[in-house]
């Protein structure tokens, strides 16, 4: 969205324009001022990039097996060492990262999809419909994150599709409370009043009216909810729930590694270390945004 | 404050109905038929079909629910499938090893995040404040069980300091007990700590702007003395409080911490049943687990009620 530019008012000098700085605008110059959070953004570019291109910049095959290669060290011919069955680690941690991103943006995606529509319903419609969905929520809530995926992953079967869908359903309620919350801040304001009284249908009020201003808080939460996703897909594929062998994923690397400490620790260190940028990098811009999208901050 | 008290205890009634119809739809949710898992190898249709009538699971759901649920009302959780055991009696036996490592952990937590906090909010603005702030960061996002993956390596396998794994009770040997959950409780302290630093932080940044620290300032108290006694007293309680909340991280990180130390606790329990299709022990480790959880959620709404007169009317 481009900066809207409108006249001056009459006693500025002629050649002076006021200029309105659309929102998105406005966020994206805060956000700039923030280098960490600028870092973090970078960060998340190259895992993204890494995780794409991960045939063309692997320089191995992440699951092609060498009886010679066995647990060697870090070296130049294998950068991060290579694994029990002698596989390159530096290519499984840039394959793994397709399996790690993938689950935290699809699971915060599905959480997204049934979370804020149905926190907008529990918003706005009120009565019953929000004291069912928010005693829905609070029953989720009330237990543990993982232990609710790690049952739902269960249930679904070991796979990393299934990893996503059990993640995206435990982080629903998340964003089912955040969008009832902000909508009820919201549905008592002068706009959406306005709204209605020149005969909005409802739809059209909660997703043209209200929906666009509960979002900042809401992106923010999707940052700082990818994070949790990374390590939730990586806790489930640690457990043998999650991504399952021979395609590489961070948190089954680990689960490996666990067996060799003492004679291969490199094989514990690059994976965890990915994971562990990963999360920082979602957490460092969730931060970020948070402060660019307040209105408070200058 | 009665009337806040008793319209959030009203709350808690329905949040417990879906919790335990969450609980037990678990036992459907699981993989595979129990009553298969139970007869073994064999599979011999005459006990498959004695273990379907002995456990209830030849009749309907909303049947078995309600027997379910009568029999939790009354404090039996049922039996675990694989153990033979009644799964009160394991709750009992693997609680204690939790709650000694949530203990420790959250000791672990509080004198971390509480200090980091407080340094962090009186060196607002400098570099002190901004490392403490990475390090609050680096250790919300470092994974739990990589965390403890690495501490076995440093002070186990290098160092030979501490041992890998295993539990020892307290009652047996405090010693050693010390030395075989000092590892798996800062790994799990360490999650909350950076949480508990970042709550610190704000509520003691905002008590050192208040009129009162201004006026001890003012009466020409020592720094120190303003920031422990005046601000720090008053910008704890509600840390403290909102503590209580990371209880439920606490018991999700405890799952895979246990798994790694080879501890023998709740959260080694639910994933040994979630492994064996032992439903009665995934039921009764969850339904404990969310009560828990609900009932320290109530108790911190009631001290931060407590400790905020605005929020009492």
């Given at each position: ?12 000098p ?13 966020a994206?110059?805060r ?7 600028m870092?973090?953004l ?8 890494a ?11 992440p699951?092609?097996?060498s ?7 870090p ?8 694994d ?27 959480a ?12 706005y ?36 599709t ?19 919350g ?21 739809w059209?009020i909660a997703?043209r ?20 996703a990374?390590i ?14 021979p395609?590489?994923?961070?948190g ?6 666990q ?11 690059f994976p965890?270390?990915a ?8 957490n ?9 999208l307040?209105?408070?901050?200058k | 404050?009665?009337?806040?008290i008793s ?19 678990l ?7 129990p009553?298969?898992?139970?007869a ?12 379907r ?14 027997h ?6 009354s ?9 033979k ?13 939790t709650?000694?490592l949530?203990?420790?952990s959250?000791?672990?937590a ?28 680096a ?16 002070f186990a396998v290098?160092?030979g300091?501490?041992p ?9 040997d405090?010693?050693?007990s010390?030395?075989t959950?000092i ?8 999650s ?27 009466k ?44 023998p ?12 299709r032992?439903?009665?022990v ?32």
């Amino acid at each position: 969205m481009s900066a809207v530019t409108v006249p001056a008012p009459a006693l500025a000098p002629a050649n002076q324009t006021l200029v309105i700085e659309s929102p998105r605008r406005r966020a994206w110059r805060r956000l700039r001022r923030r280098p960490a959070a600028m870092v973090a953004l970078a960060v998340i570019a190259v895992m993204i990039l890494a995780a794409l291109l991960a045939p063309w910049i692997a320089p191995y095959d992440p699951i092609q097996q060498s009886w010679r290669a066995v647990r060697k060290a870090p070296s130049a011919a294998n950068w991060f060492g290579s694994d029990e069955v002698g596989r390159d680690i530096l290519s499984r941690v840039i394959y793994g990262a397709r399996a790690s991103l993938s689950a935290g943006i699809i699971s915060v995606g599905i959480a997204l999809g049934i979370g804020v529509p149905l926190g907008l319903a529990a918003g706005y419609l009120g009565g019953w419909t929000d004291a069912l969905l928010s005693r829905l929520t609070d029953a989720m809530l009330a237990v543990p994150f993982l232990i609710l995926a790690i049952a739902l992953a269960a249930f679904l079967g070991p796979s990393l599709t299934n990893a996503m869908i059990a993640i995206g359903i435990t982080a629903t309620p998340i964003f089912l409370r955040l969008t009832r919350g902000q909508v009820l801040a919201v549905r008592a304001e002068d706009y959406v009043e306005a709204a209605r009284a020149v005969g909005n249908p409802h739809w059209r009020i909660a997703l043209r009216h209200i929906l666009p201003n509960v979002m900042p808080p809401l992106i923010v939460q999707v940052t700082l909810t990818i994070a949790t996703a990374v390590i939730a897909e990586a806790s489930l594929s640690f457990l043998g729930l999650g991504q399952q062998p021979p395609a590489p994923s961070w948190g089954s690397m680990l689960n490996t590694a666990q067996r060799f400490l003492s004679q291969a620790p490199w094989m514990a260190v690059f994976p965890g270390l990915a994971i562990f940028v990963t999360v920082l990098a979602f957490n460092i811009l969730g931060d970020g945004l948070r402060d660019a999208l307040d209105p408070r901050t200058k | 404050m009665l009337t806040v008290i008793s319209k959030r205890l009203t709350q808690l009634v329905p949040t417990l109905f879906f919790v335990s119809v969450l609980i037990f739809g678990l036992q459907h949710l699981l993989p595979g038929d129990p009553a298969l898992v139970m007869a073994g190898e064999e599979r011999d249709p005459v006990v498959i079909e004695q273990i379907r009538r002995q456990y209830r699971l030849d009749q309907p759901i909303p049947v078995q629910y309600l027997h379910w649920v009568r029999g939790v009302l009354s404090g039996d959780l049922g039996e675990s499938m694989r153990l033979k055991e009644p799964v009160l009696d394991l709750v009992r036996q693997k609680l204690p090893v939790t709650l000694q490592l949530a203990v420790m952990s959250m000791i672990v937590a509080l004198v971390l995040g509480v200090t980091l906090g407080i340094l962090s909010a009186v060196y607002r603005g400098r570099t002190l404040d901004h490392l403490v702030n990475v390090v609050g960061l680096a250790g919300i996002s470092t994974p739990n069980f990589w965390l403890g993956i690495m501490m076995i390596l440093f002070f186990a396998v290098e160092l030979g300091w501490l041992p890998a794994s295993g539990y020892v009770s307290p009652f047996e040997d405090w010693r050693q007990s010390l030395a075989t959950t000092i590892m798996p409780a800062f790994v799990l302290g360490n999650s909350i700590a950076g949480v508990i630093m970042r709550h610190t932080r704000s509520a003691m940044i905002q008590a050192l702007d208040s009129d009162y620290v201004r006026t001890a300032r003012a009466k020409g108290l020592s720094e120190g003395s303003v920031v422990l006694k005046h601000a720090m007293r008053n910008a704890l309680t509600p840390v403290i409080t909102l503590g209580a909340l990371e209880f439920g991280t606490l018991l999700s990180g405890a799952v895979l911490t246990e798994q790694i130390f080879s501890i023998p606790g709740f959260g080694k329990l639910i994933v040994d049943a979630v492994f064996n299709r032992d439903y009665a022990v995934v039921q009764g480790v969850v339904l404990v687990t969310a009560t828990t959880y609900i009932a320290l959620n109530l108790l911190a709404d009631i001290g931060y009620i407590l400790v905020n007169p605005r929020l009492r009317a």
